[in-house]
C-alpha cells in the first residue's frame, strides 16, 4: 500500500449507522458481508481483482488517531462514550478471500468479511476503494498485454492519473496485470516495480540540434539509448539522426537498444523506420510506440503487421479508459440476533441486476484435464461442495484482525496471473465479442434464494 489509510477514510453513513448499532447495544452482533462485481468493465467477460493484499493489510493496521477522534468529535453527531470506543477501535474480524491477481466473474464473492457489524459496516468505504480501483487498472492491463504480448508493454501513466495516489496505486495494478515496468519513479522504490523510460522532446530541444542530444544520450546510457524521434520530423530528421548514431555506437561494440514513436500514423512510421533500421544493418534496435494507445489500437497495429516490439501506455492505462469505474459492491449476507443463530440476508430490488445472493458463500472452480478453467459455481459454505475438479477460490486471509496468508512479492503475484489468464477459454478472453464464463449457482443457495424470494414477493 502506497501509505497507511486510517480508518477515517469512510463515507459519514457508516459512523451514523454505527452509531445507532451502538446506543442499541448491536453493534457486536456477528455478521457476514461479501465484496463482489455486479459485471465487467471494458465491455470484457474477466476482471482480475486487485488490491486484495493492500486490503487486509488496512484491515490489520487500521486505528483512529487522535486527529481523527477530534474531528470527529468536532462533527457534534456523537456522544463521547462512542468516541471513546472508536479511540478504541480495532478490527477483530476474519476474512476469506481470493488471492491477489485471481481471475473473478461477476456474482461470486472475492472478499468476505465476517465479525461484529459495526466493524464490518465500517471499512466498506475503504475496502471498496482499495479493491475497485486496482482491480479496474489490473484488468485493463491484462487486456493490454493479451493482446500486445506479455512483457512487451511499460507503463506510462503517473502524469495522467486520478492524483498522487491514484498514480502509485495505477502502477502496482498494471504491474500485476502483466505490464513489465512503470516509469513512475515513487512506485519502483514503494513496490519493486522495474523502472524504465527514455527521454522527452524538451530533452532533444535543449541542444543545438537533434543530433547533438542523441549523441549525447548514447554516451550517458549506453546500454540503455532509446532515442525519441518524433521532435521533429520521425522519418527525414529523427530516424536518420537515430540511425547515424546507431551507426556510430555499433563501430564501437555497442548497440542502439531503440527508437521511440509517440506521434502519427504508426503502423506507416513503424514500417518506414523497420526498414530504414534493417537497410543499415541495425537489425537488433527495437521500435518502441507510445501515445494513446489501448488493446484496441495495438490490436489494430498487430493485424496490419506493424513491427513494433515495445508499448508504452499510460493515458488509457491508468485512467480506465471507456470504464472509469468497476462495479464492486459490499453486501450483508447474514447476521445474529441470537448468538449462533445466523440468519441470511439478501437484497432485494426492482433492479433484478442488483439483487444479491444471501448467506455465507463460497466459490468453487472447476478445470479440465489440461487446467483449462471450466466454470464456477457459488454455493452456501454449509452445503459442502464435495465434487472432482472443483476447488475453493476463498481462503482464509485475516482471522482475528492478523493477516495469516503467507506475503508473496508482486513479481509472483504477476506471473500468477499471466499463467491464470492463460488458462482460461480464448472466447473469454478474445477482444471482440467474447462469450460469457459460466458461473452457476448451487442447489441449496437456489433454494434458499428462491425462498428468501417468495417471502419478499408472497
Known amino acids: 500500500m502506497s501509505n497507511l489509510k486510517s480508518p477515517i477514510l469512510t463515507d459519514l453513513y457508516e459512523l451514523t449507522m454505527m452509531y445507532v448499532w451502538f446506543l442499541s447495544d448491536t453493534i457486536n452482533n456477528q455478521s457476514c458481508f461479501d465484496l463482489f462485481f455486479r459485471s465487467c468493465p471494458f465491455q470484457g467477460e474477466y476482471i482480475v481483482a486487485a488490491g486484495i493484499d493492500d486490503a487486509l493489510l488496512f484491515l490489520q493496521n487500521a486505528r483512529f488517531s487522535r486527529e481523527d477522534i477530534a474531528y470527529i468529535r468536532s462533527l457534534n453527531l456523537f456522544d463521547e462514550s462512542f468516541l471513546i470506543w472508536l479511540s478504541e477501535w480495532r478490527f477483530d474480524g476474519c476474512v476469506h478471500a481470493v488471492d491477489e491477481g485471481t481471475v473473478v466473474f461477476p456474482g461470486g464473492p472475492v472478499f468476505r468479511v465476517s465479525g461484529p457489524i459495526g466493524s464490518c459496516q465500517l471499512v466498506e468505504t475503504a475496502l471498496l476503494n482499495l479493491i475497485n480501483f486496482s482491480s479496474l487498472i489490473a484488468t485493463k492491463a491484462a487486456r493490454i498485454c493479451m493482446v500486445a504480448g506479455f512483457d512487451t508493454v511499460m507503463e506510462f501513466g503517473a502524469r495522467r ?4 495516489d491514484g498514480a502509485l496505486s495505477a502502477s502496482r495494478a498494471a504491474y500485476i496485470g502483466g505490464c513489465t515496468g512503470t516509469s513512475n519513479v515513487e512506485a519502483g ?8 523510460g527514455t527521454h522527452a522532446h524538451s530533452y532533444v530541444m535543449s541542444y543545438p540540434s537533434e543530433l547533438d542530444s542523441f549523441r549525447r544520450y548514447a554516451e550517458v546510457f549506453p546500454q540503455a539509448s532509446v532515442l525519441l524521434v518524433d521532435t521533429y520530423d520521425t522519418i527525414f530528421s529523427g530516424m536518420v539522426h537515430a540511425i547515424e548514431v546507431g551507426l556510430e555506437m555499433k563501430r564501437q561494440g555497442r548497440t542502439l537498444a531503440g527508437v521511440r514513436l509517440d506521434s502519427g500514423d504508426m503502423l506507416s512510421l513503424s514500417k518506414q523506420a523497420r526498414k530504414m533500421l534493417d537497410d543499415a544493418g541495425l537489425s537488433d ?3 518502441v ?6 488493446e484496441y489500437g495495438i490490436h489494430t497495429l498487430k493485424e496490419q503487421g506493424a513491427p513494433i516490439d515495445l508499448y ?4 488509457r492505462l491508468v485512467t480506465g479508459h471507456e ?3 468497476i462495479a464492486g459492491v459490499y453486501k450483508l449476507s447474514a447476521i445474529e440476533h441470537t448468538p449462533g443463530h445466523s440468519e441470511m440476508r439478501m437484497k432485494v430490488t ?3 441486476e442488483k439483487i444479491s445472493l444471501p448467506g455465507i458463500k463460497q466459490v468453487y472452480r472447476s478445470f479440465d484435464g489440461n487446467g483449462m478453467m471450466t466454470g464456477d459455481c457459488i454455493e452456501l459454505e454449509s452445503a459442502g461442495f464435495d465434487v472432482p475438479g472443483y476447488v475453493p477460490l476463498l481462503t482464509p486471509a485475516l482471522r482475528d484482525g492478523s493477516i495469516v496468508q503467507p506475503e508473496r512479492s508482486l513479481e509472483d503475484i504477476r506471473n500468477r496471473v499471466m499463467s491464470a489468464l492463460q488458462t482460461m477459454p480464448p472466447d473469454v478472453v478474445r477482444l471482440m ?3 460469457r464464463y459460466p458461473v452457476s449457482i448451487g442447489p441449496a443457495l437456489t433454494k434458499a434464494r428462491e425462498k428468501m424470494m417468495n417471502e419478499f414477493t408472497g
Request: hydrophobic share 30%; net charge neutral; proline share 12%.
Open 433 to 435: 465479442h467474447p462469450s
Open 350 to 352: 426492482d433492479h433484478t
Open 323 to 325: 470504464s472509469p469505474a
Open 161 to 164: 492519473a486520478q492524483g498522487p
Open 189 to 196: 522504490k514503494m513496490f519493486g516495480i522495474p523502472v524504465k
Open 289 to 294: 510506440a507510445s501515445g494513446d494507445l489501448d
Open 312 to 315: 508504452g501506455v499510460g493515458t
Open 285 to 287: 534496435t527495437k521500435i
